[in-house]
């Protein structure tokens, strides 16, 4: 696997199981083996889990990438708080393994359990996988071993698992556990007292198990009722097993609510329909606007405020102040219709969601996802989704330098993610040819970087070489900027993912004064 500084190397998420190298797959054995590069998380104290994990595959000079993280609680120095120092800390780790994959060298991430359940490494592959070549191996999950260790199925038939992090708010958690056939609540730790008192809250107390350190020599298992709280690691989890494997093992069936004394088993005949479920809660979209506070409605505001959830992509959930008992539920860049799935079910279990977007969550943003999921999806069928539009980045940029959208305009992404190229060019002859003013999104990205050239020389068949340009950048964020260029002279090299482009109709003029330009696409066409 040696890098020879040409080609890039191979970016590898390698799950490791829950503890016990024997449960490593052959596949990441062989991998971590044969790496080039292998990096691994630690906190502050730097003995890392995963690479103990992995220690009988490492080959002898490999390359070591310790990953350390700087905090591993919420308390923090830093100016942007937790989450900003944690966002941070993954901005840095794709820096250093960007240096050793542009080198040739493959990298191996370690993972503990499965790299993509709730593992550090998602985190990383969010930042890194659209740049290079990347595959996940997947590992045994600690709910998995934890089941083993118990010697108990976890579900059976038609029952429902639901898995939960222990970090819920304890009347959130009870709520999730009363609903559910079978449950596992992992991160304990510090939450062990809170998620014991839920599950008692939700009368499933008599009947959930406590495991620690699944599959190592330091495994415990117990009645969770039995468990010293200041003995308990973060690697444990609470688990409620089967109700149907624990009626045929001889147990008592767990009941379906703390209130219910007279619950149905699972194999009870069934009750009405509807009966015992949580009416749902109820979706709703948020425009962010651009980036300044001040653009942000006060129904917008509300709505965040009263949100018990709050999902989005992190860089603008990091926009919106944290409050307390409200939980977050960050996300990558591309994976919408997954974002809109984990709203609508917090959603139908009773939860108040808010899904934020930047500028107007209408405009190539999270309405249509949400929406579109809704309506194609019968489980979201009793959802209730509301949007609350926002100020658009067209509008913002349009405010800084006068009026360049002051007649008919239209609005284009330049994004083929989602539609192909030839449609968009068809569509900017199209408009180029009817003399609109033109708002461009998403001109350009750190994997599109022609898109943009090919747009302007379609409009330059259309439109004359002094046409204006408005080309802002993170209008009303803290790296603003607005500039008017020619567009024979618009170059893609000046543009990046944060800026949007208005491109000027044949009427469109720009005008120097007070020290500055203006731009105006009269009212009157012709002007």
């Not at 939860?351 to 930047?358: D, L, M, T």
């Not at 008919?408 to 060019?425: G, Y």
């Amino acid at each position: 696997m040696d890098g020879d500084g040409g080609t890039p190397g191979r970016l590898w998420g390698v799950g490791l199981g829950p503890g016990d190298p024997e449960l490593v797959t052959v596949k990441a054995a062989r991998l971590i083996g044969a790496a080039d590069v292998v990096a691994f998380h630690s906190g502050t104290h730097r003995r890392s889990i995963a690479r103990q994990i992995a220690e009988p595959y490492l080959r002898p000079g490999v390359v070591e990438e310790p990953l350390v993280y700087p905090v591993t609680t919420g308390g923090t120095d830093h100016p942007g708080g937790y989450e900003a120092a944690i966002s941070d800390f993954y901005d840095e780790v794709a820096r250093r393994l960007a240096v050793h994959l542009d080198a040739g060298r493959d990298v191996v991430v370690l993972c503990e359990g499965d790299p993509l359940f709730y593992g550090s490494y998602m985190y990383t592959h969010e930042r890194l996988s659209a740049r290079y070549r990347t595959e996940v191996v997947p590992g045994v999950t600690s709910v998995s071993a934890a089941a083993a260790a118990l010697g108990r199925p976890l579900v059976q038939r038609d029952e429902v698992l639901t898995i939960l992090p222990g970090t819920l708010s304890r009347e959130e958690l009870a709520r999730r556990l009363a609903a559910t056939d079978a449950a596992a609540v992992l991160k304990l730790g510090r939450t062990f007292e809170r998620v014991r008192g839920a599950m008692e809250d939700a009368g499933r107390g008599p009947h959930a198990w406590y495991v620690e350190r699944a599959s190592t020599e330091r495994q415990r298992t117990g009645p969770l009722r039995d468990v010293d709280p200041f003995e308990v690691p973060y690697f444990s989890l609470a688990m409620v097993p089967s109700p149907w494997s624990a009626d045929k093992m001889g147990e008592t069936v767990p009941c379906t609510g703390a209130a219910d004394e007279a619950a149905p088993t699972a194999t009870s005949a069934p009750t009405e329909p509807g009966a015992g479920t949580v009416a749902p809660g109820e979706v709703v979209v948020v425009g962010l606007g651009p980036g300044d506070e001040r653009w942000l409605t006060p129904e917008a505001r509300d709505a965040l405020e009263r949100a018990e959830h709050l999902v989005g992509y992190r860089t603008y959930l990091d926009r919106v102040p944290h409050r307390e008992g409200q939980q977050r539920h960050p996300s990558g860049n591309t994976v919408e219709a997954d974002r809109a799935d984990d709203a609508l079910a917090l959603a139908l279990s009773g939860a108040r969601v808010a899904v934020v977007s930047s500028g107007d969550p209408g405009v190539f943003a999270m309405a249509a996802a949400v929406v579109e999921q809704a309506a194609s999806d019968p489980r979201w069928a009793s959802v209730p989704v509301r949007v609350l539009p926002g100020v658009t980045a067209a509008q913002a940029v349009a405010s800084r330098v006068g009026a360049p959208l002051g007649h008919d305009f239209a609005v284009v992404s330049l994004s083929d993610r989602l539609k192909p190229w030839d449609v968009i060019t068809a569509r900017l002859e199209a408009l180029a040819a009817a003399d609109l003013a033109i708002a461009l999104y998403n001109p350009t990205s750190q994997t599109r970087t022609w898109q943009l050239g090919t747009a302007r020389d379609v409009l330059l068949r259309h439109r004359d070489a002094a046409t204006p340009v408005v080309i802002g950048r993170d209008v009303g964020g803290p790296q603003e900027s607005v500039r008017v260029v020619a567009l024979g002279d618009l170059d893609p090299a000046d543009v990046d993912m944060r800026c949007l482009l208005i491109v000027g109709s044949s009427q469109t003029r720009a005008v120097q004064r007070d020290g500055g330009t203006s731009v105006l696409t009269p009212r009157r066409y012709p002007g």
